[in-house]
Structure formats: C-alpha cells, structure tokens
C-alpha cells in the first residue's frame, strides 16, 4: 500500500479533503451542518434527560464526538450524537445500580462511552463486521417500533405531572401511570401536547413540501423557544423547568469508577450492539444513495465507488437498510469517537435515524457538515446556557417523543404480513419480546431469531452442459459435462438476503479471476468474459424483504439504474427462444429511465434472469428438485455480468 492509501486507511477525512470541490460542496456543507445543528442542541439535552443525567451531558456528547467522527468516520451523511434508544438502555440499566441522583450515576455513563468506544474500535480492528449481516430488517424494525413506545411512556411523567417508575418494561409503565392517575396535573399535559403537535406538524409540512423543508429541523428549537418564552412571561408553578445548565466547554478529564468495569461489561456489550444496529441501517442507506460503498469492519476505513463488475449486480441489494445494511459506519468511527467523547465528560454516543436523514435531505456531501455541527453546540455552550435554565421539561420530553414516533414500523409490518410471514413474525417476536422483557433481552432475542434464519455458506455449483442436451449440471457431479472457455455457467442454491450477500460477491469474484483454466471447449480466449447465473433457487427482495415482484404490481420495489431483473415465466425450448432473445435485447435497450436506486449510469450493464418457471417438462416431470434448463445458442445473451466493462 502507498502512503495515501495508508492515510486514507487511518484517516479517511483525507479522501474527502483531497478531492474536495469548494464551489459545489462548501455551501451545501455549511447549511446542512447549521440546519442540524440547531436541531442538535434541544435533542441533546432531551435524550440526557432521558438518560437520568443532566442536560449539559447531552451537550458535551454532542461536541468533541462530532468532530472526532468527521475525521475518523467514512459515513459523508451519517449524523453522530446522542439518541434515544442508547439514552434508554443507559437509563434502564444504570438506574439498578446506582441512583440518578447520586454523582456515581453520572460517572459510570460516562465510564460506558470509554468501554462502548472500546469495543467498537476492537471489532472494528479484528474485522469482526461480518457479524452485523446476520441481523435482517425485520428485526431492525421490530426493535425500533418497541423502543420507540417505550420511550414515549417513560417519557409521559413530563406531560402527565407525576413520577413514575423507571422501566423499559411496558407492562410496568403502564400500571405506574395508572397507579398515579389521582396526581394527573392539566397544565404540563396541555403545554406538551400543544408542543408535540406544532412538532409534527413541522414535521410533516417539512417532509411534504420541499419549499418547506427547513420546518422539519426547526421544529425542536421552535418547541424551545415557545416553552422559554412562555415560563418567563408567566412564571407557572405546575411547570417543572430545567434549571440552572453550566456554561463554557467540557473540560478534560480521565474517566473514573474503573472498579465498576466487570459489572458494566455485558451493559456496554449490549449497548454497542444497539449502536451499531442503528448506525449501521442510516449509513447503509445513505451510501446507497450517495454512489459509496464502505468497509463494516472499520468504519474508517476508505468508501469505494461502485465501478462494475460482478459485485456490481448485488451492491444495491447489499446496500439496503437490512442489516440492514454495502455496510455502514459503525465500528472503528464511532469507537474513536466514543472514546475521545469519554475524556470529555460524553456519554455513549452513535448515530441519529431523524438527524442523519435531515443531514441528507440538506444536501450534505462530506464530513465539514459534522464540524458545522460541532462548531454550532460549541457556540450553544459557550454564550446560550444561561437561557436554557427556563425551559419548560414538557417541551423536551415533547422532542424526544416526536423523535421517536417516526420509528413505530407498523406499516412495515403489514407489509410484510402479506409479503413474507416468516419476517413478519421475526418482527413480531423482536417486537412483543422488547417491549415485555425490555430492550436488553428484546433485542438478544431478536438477533438470536435472525441468526437461526441464516442458511448455511454452501450455495453454488459451476454447472456445465450434458453431452447431445440443453441440460446443465454440477461439473463435480458429470464431469463428463462441457465448458467452455471464456464463460462459467454458475447455480446459486439459496436465496438471497441479507447475511449471504457479502459472501456471494466474494465468490462471484473468485469465479472470475480462478476458473479461467478448467473449460473444455471452445477456444482459449485466455480469461473469463462472462459470468452467468442460474437463479432457479433465488429469492429476490423487496424493500425489507427477500422477495423480488413484479414492478408493474408492486411499484415501490427497488431497480436499479443500470441492471434489469427479468423473470422468464415459461419453459424454454425451440419455439419461444427466438422471441426471449429479442425481448431481452428490448429489456437492454428501453429500461434505462425505469431504475429508481443507484447512479445514473446511462445505460444497461446487466440483464439478470430469475428462471425459476423455466422448466423443461419432461425434466420436471423426472425430478422433484426443481432445474432450470440453458440453451447453449443464447449463452451470449444471457450474460450477467461483462468483466471488461
């Protein structure tokens, strides 16, 4: 490796610095990063809240990380902070050791961010990314929707004016809350709904119009700024407010309560699996979006283009939010900035679902939009504290459950219901188990769901035709069978989904540059030219599924540009080839403006067949295993993938 490869490695801010283009990312940066961070600083405080600790230790988690993950993060968009669920699990867990209360508590979140920092940094290092493709969507989504109802009741003492018990726990939640019904007060619940209705409605209004997209990150300083104004004016006394907040940055210094490190290992396990579950579906998503592609085992390692080829085919598959998540960043990124964030007073942080999104939809392109943060909650600590000590508790309960409410999947799971029940009961499980036994155990249980839905790593056999046939068969089992040099016929037998997709691209890419010296026929061309693939076994995916669909039925499927999945609804034989040959040649030529996923690549590179109903019928009728026949005189046209491009 050369030194700007080595730099880029350890510092992948270099790639984007190098190659940075001042006229047409500087603005949109600078903008991005303001837009977020004035929805940064009231969120900050929110989610400390939620954590047991004072809102200052939201603020300081949302200044040095940001800019330690702008240096070490490959994510251009993902937005790193304090967020809920993390806040949650802090809560929840610290709060059956030590009293919120007690300056105990605070020290050992902050201890938490030193050994979550850790961890991640330490998976990061031992590539140990390949672990998070076995967490599907479904699970995703089923432990979000939980959370985020969770948290929404914990958060209810604010509005409703009364204690109640600290829990993860739904069912015990809701006995507190009925249980202190005969202290309900009118004035808090009224200010914080009036608060969380303006919230989202800004919401809305900044998702459905664009003109109006500046609503949507405005919301939590409007929600501030109403609530302060309002207590100043009239002083209410059945209105709890923050109190005094310190001003001036963090100050240094070294975390303390190691002897507390053994009890706290399992709870910072746990929590940076959560971290990383949400980091890694924002950042997949975002660099599908964007045209990068990065390295799950160190976050800060270099994004790479997609530049074709046979991995070409799946990487807009593989870049979906199933688990997540192409990979994301949030292993060596997050552990940095955990850790350097733990010397500074920061509490655990990762990345943020509704800042990112606000980041992307402002139009960021690198990581100067992470220092605009920083630079922003910088200036909130050094001149604006004093005016946060009059805002009203229920206005910052009101952000976190706006926050959290777009993360309830319902939608996900009814369509997944009528998709593919097997993930809508794994959404079902994650779902029910977070929500009674909590978020530690609910989202153990999920993963353990998902890791049993994973097929073993057998899933191809080089195929090679029959001798006097059209029938294609394992070369390790007929020998006998042709091949031909400059092509490798390959069956993929599983379906594809979310923990195989890596593995597939890898082999794919071993048949490429390994098998150019195994065919028997045909002349040497002295490399592989093309590379096609038998998909009878093959399930495809819809958003958050397995499952490929028609388009003109279902329209909200993913294309992408450049690549065109065909599925061949008939056996083929003599009489039907001639017109698949020029359907297909169709397909290539008119499909171009039809992909909703991906670069705009200008044209179609691949042309990939889903034969599953391609069947012989005396072939069918001999076998109960499904097979799929090729006709040697459109090998050609059947090509997945041209290496040469």
């Known amino acids: 490796m050369t030194a700007v490869e080595w730099m880029e490695l350890f510092l992948p801010c270099s790639r984007w610095i190098r190659t940075y283009r001042w006229r047409d990312y500087l603005q949109v940066d600078l903008m991005s990063g303001l837009t977020v961070g004035v929805m940064l600083v009231p969120q900050a405080m929110s989610y400390a809240k939620l954590a047991g600790l004072h809102p200052i230790y939201g603020l300081y988690s949302g200044f040095v990380p940001l800019f330690v993950y702008a240096i070490f993060g490959s994510s251009h968009q993902l937005a790193v902070g304090p967020v809920a669920s993390v806040s949650l699990l802090v809560s929840n867990i610290l709060g059956h050791i030590v009293d919120p209360s007690n300056e105990l508590y605070t020290e050992l979140a902050i201890l938490l961010a030193l050994m979550v920092g850790m961890l991640e940094c330490l998976m990061g290092l031992i590539r140990l990314g390949w672990l998070i493709r076995f967490i599907s969507h479904s699970v ?15 958060q209810a003492k604010y509005f409703l004016g009364y204690n109640i018990v600290r829990s993860g726990k739904i069912i015990p939640l809701i006995r507190s809350i009925i249980a202190g019904s005969g202290d309900f007060s009118w004035p808090p619940f009224v200010m914080g ?32 700024v109403l609530g302060t104004t309002f207590v100043k004016i009239f002083h209410p006394s059945s209105i709890s407010v ?22 706290l290992l399992s709870t910072a396990v ?19 979006k964007n045209g990068y592609e990065l390295d799950s085992n160190q976050e800060g390692s270099v994004g790479k283009e997609n530049t074709g080829g046979v991995s070409s085919v799946l990487v ?27 010397f500074f007073s920061a509490y655990p942080i990762t990345g943020s679902f509704s800042r990112s999104a606000v980041n992307h939809e402002s139009g960021a392109k690198t990581g100067l939009s992470g220092i605009t943060m920083g630079i922003i909650m910088g200036c909130a600590l050094l001149f604006m504290t004093p005016l946060f000590s009059e805002i009203p508790q229920c206005a910052l309960a009101a952000i976190v459950i706006s926050a959290v409410m777009g993360l309830v999947d319902y939608e996900v799971a009814l369509f997944l219901w009528h998709i593919d029940k097997k993930d809508f009961l794994l959404w079902m499980i994650t779902c029910i188990a977070t929500l009674i036994f909590g978020i530690e155990i609910g989202v153990v249980i999920g993963m353990s769901c998902s890791v049993r839905t994973f097929h073993g790593h ?7 035709r029959l001798p006097g046939t059209t029938v294609y068969r394992n070369i390790l089992q007929y020998p006998e069978a042709y091949t031909y040099n400059g092509i490798v016929v390959v069956r993929i037998d599983a379906p594809i989904y979310f923990a195989n997709i890596s593995h597939i691209k890898d082999r794919l890419r071993e048949y490429e540059h390994n098998l150019s010296g195994t065919a028997n026929r045909g002349l040497d061309v002295g490399r592989i030219y093309f590379v096609i693939l038998e998909m009878s076994p093959v399930l495809g995916r819809l958003p958050g599924t397995t499952v490929y669909r028609n388009i003109l039925q279902y329209p909200e499927a993913y294309t992408y540009n450049g690549i065109v999945v065909v599925r061949i609804d008939a056996p083929i034989y003599f009489a039907n080839i001639s017109h698949i040959k020029d359907r297909l040649r169709e397909y290539e030529h008119n499909l171009s403006g039809t992909a909703n996923r991906g670069l705009d690549v200008g044209r179609i590179y691949f042309v990939i067949l889903e034969m599953s109903p391609a069947i012989v019928p005396p072939l069918a009728s001999q076998s109960s295993s499904v097979r799929t026949t090729i006709d040697p005189t459109i090998s050609i046209t059947l090509m997945i993938s041209r290496k040469d491009i």
């Open 316 to 342: 807009g598959v593989s870049c979906q939010k199933n688990g997540f998540c192409a990979s994301c960043g949030g292993l060596f990124g997050l552990g940095v900035a955990n850790i350097c964030g733990s």
């Open 140 to 154: 995703i989504s089923g432990f979000a929707t939980a959370s985020a109802i969770s948290i929404t009741l914990s």
């Open 458 to 464: 057998k899933y191809f056999a080089v195929l090679g």
């Open 193 to 224: 709904s009036i608060f969380l209705a303006i919230l989202l409605l800004m919401e809305h209004l900044g998702k459905s119009k664009k003109c109006l997209r500046s609503l949507r990150a405005a919301g939590p300083l409007t929600a501030v």
């Open 270 to 288: 746990l929590i940076t699996g959560v971290a990383i579950l949400e980091s890694v579906g924002i950042a997949k998503a975002l660099a599908a």
């Open 242 to 263: 923050v109190g005094e907040v310190p001003q001036g940055l963090p100050k240094f210094s070294i975390p303390r309560g190691f002897q507390h490190v053994k009890s």
